[in-house]
Nanobody, 123 residues
Framework: VQLQASGGGLVQAGGSLRLSCALS????????MGWFRQAPGKEREFVAA????????IYADSVKGRFTIFRDNARNTVYLQMNSLKPEDTAVYFC?????????????????WGQGTQVTVSS
């Protein structure tokens, strides 16, 4: 499974961005997709996740109500709509795919990773 993330950029506080993560390869083996982020000097942290076949989404408390994860199975793409962005959202954002059951929050439970896309929110 290969993942290609895109959509990052520079935006002012309060603005919006939509990230995309395109899957290719053995996509039938994917059970869940997640978005993570990593700011300079910090550990990678969970942002949001979604079951690939449908079901409840989960979010980090820091983004709940502002970010939305959704998927388009026909396009093999997962999106992260980010609204009301804050400077503390600045980070490199990564998408990840998991083959096993459940939809975890821990990065080490995901099998495949995209290359990351930079999101910078100015104050």
């Amino acid at each position: 499974v290969q993942l290609q993330a895109s959509g990052g950029g520079l935006v002012q506080a309060g603005g919006s961005l939509r990230l995309s993560c395109a899957l290719s390869g053995r996509t039938f083996s994917v059970n869940a997709m997640g978005w993570f982020r990593q700011a300079p000097g910090k550990e990678r942290e969970f942002v949001a996740a979604i079951p690939w076949s449908g079901g409840s989404t989960i979010y980090a408390d820091s983004v709940k109500g502002r970010f939305t994860i959704f998927r388009d199975n026909a396009r093999n793409t997962v999106y992260l709509q980010m609204n009301s962005l804050k400077p503390e959202d600045t980070a490199v954002y990564f998408c990840a795919a998991r083959q096993g059951p459940l939809v975890p929050r821990r990065a080490n439970e995901y099998n495949y990773w995209g290359q990351g896309t930079q999101v910078t929110v100015s104050s």
